[in-house]
């Protein structure tokens, strides 16, 4: 039993680790750190569900579960889907996707690095 729970902890760690990865390969495709061209800045974003959700199981939960099935009648972002229309349905699944929104949500993108 120690081994399999070692195993999984061993598992969440790597995924975790690769967070950075999964978000700067994927996301800044459409989504700029600080700049808003074809998709809302991840600034503009990540302010917009930390006012909504500060508490960061509830905003990962929020943010996956949306960017897994996208839908208007659940944004938090009207404007910028009438502005850049809906965000696709991408092919990620859900722990996937919850890595991400940790990551977006544990990370500062005022610092330089993300200029």
């Not at 390969?25 to 989504?31: D, E, M, V």
């Not at 972002?77 to 722990?95: G, N, V």
Request: glycine share 0%; aromatic share 14%.
């Amino acid at each position: 039993m120690k081994i399999l729970l070692f195993f999984l902890l061993s598992l969440n760690l790597y995924a975790d680790a690769n967070a950075p990865l999964y978000f700067n390969g994927n996301c800044t495709t459409c989504h700029f750190a600080n700049k808003t061209v074809s998709a809302p800045s991840v600034k503009e974003f990540k302010a917009r569900y930390l006012d909504a959700f500060p508490n960061k199981k509830d905003f990962v939960a929020y943010m996956s579960v949306w960017v897994h099935k996208p839908q208007e009648k659940n944004s938090l972002m009207h404007d910028a889907i009438a502005k850049h229309e809906i965000m696709p349905e991408l092919a990620f699944d859900l722990p996937t996707l919850e890595i991400i929104a940790a990551y977006i949500y544990e990370t500062d993108f005022n610092l330089p690095s993300h200029q």
